[in-house]
């Protein structure tokens, strides 16, 4: 199933040990890395598997049930 390309803002902290990751618009997703290619790698991947969860958790729910699903957006 293909997925459509959304854009979100990562934000990257200097931290004593490397770099600390998060998404503007995505509460609780955040990341860390030694380097901001690591931190950036980290975050991205963190991402993916959020929005993989969150479909499987929808269609488990929504499973046998009649549901309208469309495109959804926001301007911002």
């Keep these: 199933m293909n997925h459509p390309v959304i ?3 990562a934000v990257y902290l200097k931290a004593p040990h490397g770099y600390v990751g998060f998404i503007e618009e995505l509460p609780g997703v955040n990341s860390h890395g030694h380097t901001i290619e690591e ?4 975050l991205q991947s963190l991402a993916t ?3 993989d969860l ?6 488990e729910l929504l499973e046998g ?3 309208v699903r469309e495109g959804f957006t926001v301007a911002v």
């Design 54 to 59: 969150e479909r499987a958790q929808a269609k």
């Design 49 to 51: 598997v959020i929005f």
């Design 7 to 9: 854009s979100f803002t």
């Design 39 to 42: 931190a950036r790698t980290n």
């Design 65 to 67: 049930k009649d549901v």
